[in-house]
């Protein structure tokens, strides 16, 4: 049974930082690209990150070049995302997802995890 399981997220301030992470099981981690979405109330889930197996290819949205970074250790068969200068905009709930061989910024996922919640306040 696949489980993709995520925590760290919950409310932060402007300025500050936070980071997502993503434990995988039953999968074999590194066969499968990864991505983190989001999902504000209200609003489509949209493409936040994406990674490529090995972590040598990253694809970051617009919205959060720069202040975000995804990474992977497939060793621990975990996924991160590091939040810096968050924004209230980037208030959502987070989830990671997996997909079997290719990276896309699509929802197209083979694998979705519950989601965490991140606030953002001013």
């Known amino acids: 049974q696949v489980q993709l399981v995520e925590s760290g997220g919950g409310s932060v301030q402007t300025g500050g930082s936070l980071r997502l992470s993503c434990v995988a099981s039953?999968?074999?981690?590194?066969?499968?690209?990864m991505g983190w979405f989001r999902q504000a109330p209200g609003l489509e889930r949209e493409f936040v990150a994406a990674i490529s197996l090995k972590g040598s290819s990253t694809y970051y949205a617009d919205s959060v070049k720069g202040r975000f970074t995804i990474s992977r250790d497939n060793a621990k068969n975990t996924l991160y995302l590091q939040m810096n200068s968050p924004k209230p905009e980037d208030t959502a709930i987070y989830y990671c997802?997996?997909?079997?061989?290719?990276?896309?910024?699509?929802?197209?996922?083979?694998?979705w995890g519950q989601g965490t919640q991140v606030t953002v306040s001013s």
């Open positions: 997802a997996a997909k079997r061989l290719i990276v896309v910024r699509t929802p197209e996922y083979d694998y």
């Open positions: 039953g999968v074999t981690f590194s066969a499968y690209a």
